[in-house]
């Protein structure tokens, strides 16, 4: 069987390349200034960044269906 220590050093790492990649994307994605059209919509997102505003091409943005219904 597997080291307990050594199953969550395992875990750790994942998590942390994870989180470098994801955070990786978000970088070039706010780098996309020629974005015209972002769908957001039926998510559960209830706000924005600030840096939405780099999307300085942007015409549509459609965040509809999201945040919380009652």
């Known amino acids: 069987m597997f080291d ?3 199953v969550h050093d395992y875990v750790y790492c994942i998590l942390v390349i ?3 990649i ?3 994307f978000l970088q070039a994605f706010y780098q996309l200034q020629q974005l015209r059209k972002l769908t957001l919509s ?3 997102i209830s706000r924005l960044s600030h840096d939405v505003g780099n999307f300085i091409e942007l015409q549509e943005l459609d965040i509809s269906h999201n945040g919380r219904e009652s």
Do not use: E, H, L, R
């Open 42 to 44: 039926n998510n559960q």
């Open 4 to 6: 307990s220590c050594v």
């Open 18 to 20: 994870i989180c470098t």
């Open 22 to 24: 994801f955070f990786a």
